[in-house]
C-alpha cells in the first residue's frame, strides 16, 4: 500500500514526503491501492479498495486519497484527506479529466441477484458533481448476473466511455457512453449500449486528436482467447 515518487533519473525524489514514498491506508486498517491519476493542479489521487465491517462480515468499499505534489495529504479532499462510496462494490476503476473524478464500479442492489454498473464524478475537494446527474450516482443496468471489472476513460466533450464484459463462463463484451450531465448517450449504439462478440474488454482509451475509442480486448471463447485492439469512432 505505498505510493513512490522517482526523479527523472529514476531516483528517489526526497521531496516527495521527505522520503520518496508515501503509505496509503485510506483511512482503515485493511486496505489496497488499484490505480493512481493526477489531477490537472498536480494533487494525486489514490483509488482503492479498503474493508468495512458491516452485519458481521467485512466488505469492500471503493476509496480515494488525495496527496499534494509534495507527498502530504490534502486534508481539504472529502474528510480529512478520503473519501469512500456508500455502498459495497465489487469492482471499480477510476478515471480522471482535469479537476474530476470519474468512478465506476459494479455492484448490487436490494440483493435480485443482478449486478448493475454504478458511475458517479466528484469534484477536486471530493465532493458530488451538482453538473452530474444532479450529484447522485447513475445506475447502469445491462440485466445481467455477472460484470467483471470496468474500464473508463473520458473524451475531450467530457463523455464518458465504460467498458467491461458481462456473463459468465462465456463473456461477451460491452461499452456503455454517459454524457457530461450524467445520463446514457442515446446517439451512442443501442440507446447509449453497445453490445459485442464473445470476449473480455482489458483496457479502454481515448484518441483524442482522432476523437476515436480504441478498445484492448481478448476475443473469442475462453478456451482460445485472441488479443486484439479495436478502434471505434465516438
Known sequence: ???????????????FNQSGMIEVRFNGAISKILSLCVLA????????????????????????????????????????????????????????????????????????????IAVQRLLGNGTEDPSFNDA???????????????????????????????DFPEQKMYWVRITAGGVLDDTFGDLGTVRQQTGRINEIIVQRTANRIIIAADLGSPQLLQAKVLGIQS
Open 1 to 15: 500500500r505505498q505510493v513512490y515518487s522517482l526523479d527523472d533519473q529514476g531516483k528517489t525524489d526526497d521531496g
Open 136 to 166: 447522485t450516482k447513475l445506475v447502469v443496468d445491462l440485466n445481467t448476473s455477472f460484470l467483471n471489472i470496468p474500464s473508463v476513460a473520458v473524451q475531450p466533450d467530457k463523455k464518458i466511455v465504460i467498458g467491461g464484459s458481462e
Open 41 to 116: 493542479d498536480g494533487r494525486i489521487v489514490v483509488f482503492g479498495i479498503v474493508d468495512r465491517l458491516s452485519q458481521g462480515q467485512w466488505d469492500s468499499r471503493a476509496a480515494l486519497a488525495c496527496y499534494h505534489r509534495n507527498g502530504t495529504l490534502d486534508t481539504t479532499f472529502g474528510t480529512g484527506g478520503y473519501w469512500e462510496n456508500d455502498d459495497f462494490p465489487y469492482f471499480a476503476a477510476m478515471a480522471v479529466d482535469g479537476e474530476k473524478i470519474v468512478i465506476a464500479a459494479v455492484t448490487s442492489i436490494n440483493d435480485d441477484g443482478k449486478r448493475y
